[in-house]
């Protein structure tokens, strides 16, 4: 057992640093990489996801997990050993059923593709995309093809992000949700609506980028073990425990985009930091789902960092860091800025309240396309039909409508959005439960002290990392599986006091 479980996870860790070397040629390319890389390193990033998915994919290693099998069973199913032979197993199997010459196929349409959308996005010109996002939804098709038998074509998309779920589970998920959001937004948007207009003052970025780092500090983000760079599309990235980055944007005009989008990437840091350091490149050292990892920038993003307790005991800071812009604009004001909901376009901007609408839409759509049940060249009229029905406003150009979100264009069409929902949901989960453990968290909140809802999350949720599936952290830490019904609840609650329901 020991000779080949250590051969087992050297030659994973072989796999991992390919793996890690793409993701920091990545990081370099969205911060520090002038122009002229930019053809070098698609191509570097194309031989090092080769590399790596032919070490997965290389017989011996498949022969290693079959040897260490048996003895890692007899360790128990809760095992070290045992979930790694679970996880291997099931990333081996699935990275064996896709072709070799489909990978390179769609890895060839999709750049062609995110290249004319980088264009048609400000062009307006959905048009010129339409045809090649037709290929992608028959692509999608095919490489769902892969994983037959499946009961919906969008399942095996699903799992690539969300594993145990199923598009008959989300689909009454969010059909439920939806149903609870519609009237719930219909009800704020009817009350007096909040001024933002304090958060939109000159702050001078240095200072923003100061605040929020210290508050990412306090969350306990490990800057021995991380960095926070500038990006247009903030991301959180890993090339290693030890290694785990975060970037941000800042906005002159506009104090929550550098001190959230921070807040958001260090909480998805957190849950990597925090993943057991024996599991280290050996394919658990990784959140367990997309859901799941949502969730905990969500959680520490929004229900901590846009939670009235958070501010009471911060914005006294706040104030200090900007006398001149926030001196004189009382607590409430503030509070009520930050949590402004309304209507509105485009799905990055969206407070909480609307924001699963806009993620169900999506969601939607993905299936409708799979299905055949919407062509491509009639997705700007179908998204500016449903915009009316569930956001309320109706986007006048398609650079707001189907063309604002990279997802479809750089990527498959399915299970590309349903983590963003998941997100919301798990996280109003995971919270309820952490406050059900220790009741004071509220108040530590207040005072400044993340530590014991950290400790709690670390303990439950993160320390496991892919070693427990998305149903099974659920289970062990919520007691419940996944619903809406935490969420909701928060929702009513935060909402409820803040527009007066
Ligand atoms: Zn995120």
Known sequence: MNADFDALTARLAEHDDLRSAAALLRWDQATYMPEGGSAARGRQLATLEKLAHDRLTDPELARLVDRVTPAAEREGDGSFAARLVRVARRDIERAARVPAAFVSAFATHRAELYDRWVRARPANDFASVAPLLARTVEMSREYAGFFAPYAHVAD????????????????????????????????????????????????????????????????????????QDRTAHPFMTKFSLGDVRITTRVRPNDLAQALFCTLHEAGHALYEQHIDRRYEATLLAEG??????????????NLVGRSLPFWKGQYPTLQAAFPAQLGGVPLDTFYRAINRVQRSLIRTDADEVTYGLHVIMRFDFE?????????????????????????????????????????WYDGFVGGAF????????????????????????????????????????????????????????????TGAPLSTAP????????????YGL
């Open 156 to 227: 095996p998309l699903i799992d690539l992000m969300d594993p145990d779920l199923k598009v008959t589970q989300l689909r009454a998920l969010f059909d439920g949700l939806r149903a609870e959001l519609v009237p719930l937004v219909d009800a704020i948007t009817r009350a007096a609506p909040a001024d933002a207009s304090c958060l939109h003052q000159t702050f001078p970025e240095a200072d923003q980028l100061a605040f929020a780092s210290a508050m990412a500090t306090r969350f306990g983000y490990d800057w021995s073990r991380g960095r």
């Open 288 to 301: 367990t789902s997309s859901g799941v990892h949502e969730s905990q920038s969500r959680l520490w993003e």
């Open 367 to 407: 299936l409708e396309l799979l299905e055949g049940k919407l062509a491509a060249a009639d997705l700007a009229e179908a998204w500016r039909e449903r915009a009316r029905t569930d956001l309320g406003v109706v986007p006048g150009t398609d650079a707001d409508g189907c063309l604002q979100d990279v997802h």
């Open 418 to 477: 349903q983590s963003y929902a998941l997100g919301n949901l798990m996280g109003a989960q995971f919270f309820a439960a952490a406050l059900r453990a220790h009741p004071s968290i509220p108040r530590e909140i207040e005072a400044g002290h993340f530590d014991t809802l950290r400790t709690w999350l670390a303990d439950n949720v993160y320390v496991h990392g892919r070693a427990r599936t998305p149903d099974e952290l659920m289970l062990s830490a």
């Open 487 to 498: 969420f909701m609840d928060y929702l009513r609650t935060k909402y409820g006091a803040l």
